[in-house]
């Protein structure tokens, strides 16, 4: 099992910035996918971006690229993500998530391929 605890949120004015982390625990996975999901209130979960603790090109959501950037640290066991230009739409609850296995393509951005969660993290973008 993987423990995953986020950290960063808050409120920011829109334009603002704000840097999300994730630490992992437990049995992590080096080959595993990590990923940044949101939910907005009354709405889905949404994908926001993955990447593997090794290698490979980070993924995100068309919607989230150029201000959001995620990132790594192995060595801590903890995710980034950076997220810049906020708009109040933004608003969010931010869940990091990890899969059992390395994902490929956009099976990346589907809730149902991580099997362990977060609590989540309330980022809220006032006008």
């Known amino acids: 099992q993987v423990q995953l605890a986020e950290s960063g949120g808050g409120l920011v004015q829109a334009g603002g910035s704000l840097r999300l982390s994730c630490a992992a625990s437990?049995?992590?996975?080096?080959?595993?996918?990590m990923g940044w999901f949101r939910q907005r209130p009354g709405e889905e979960r949404e994908f926001v971006a993955a990447i593997n603790w090794i290698g490979d090109t980070p993924y995100y959501a068309d919607s989230m690229k150029g201000r959001f950037t995620v990132s790594r640290d192995s060595a801590k066991n903890t995710m980034y993500l950076q997220m810049n230009s906020l708009r109040p739409e933004d608003t969010a609850v931010y869940f990091c998530?990890?899969?059992?296995?390395?994902?490929?393509?956009?099976?990346?951005?589907?809730?149902?391929?991580?099997?362990?969660w977060g609590q989540g993290t309330q980022v809220t973008v006032s006008s």
């Open positions: 998530a990890a899969a059992e296995f390395r994902l490929y393509g956009s099976v990346r951005s589907l809730s149902s391929r991580y099997n362990n």
């Open positions: 437990g049995r992590t996975r080096i080959d595993a996918t």
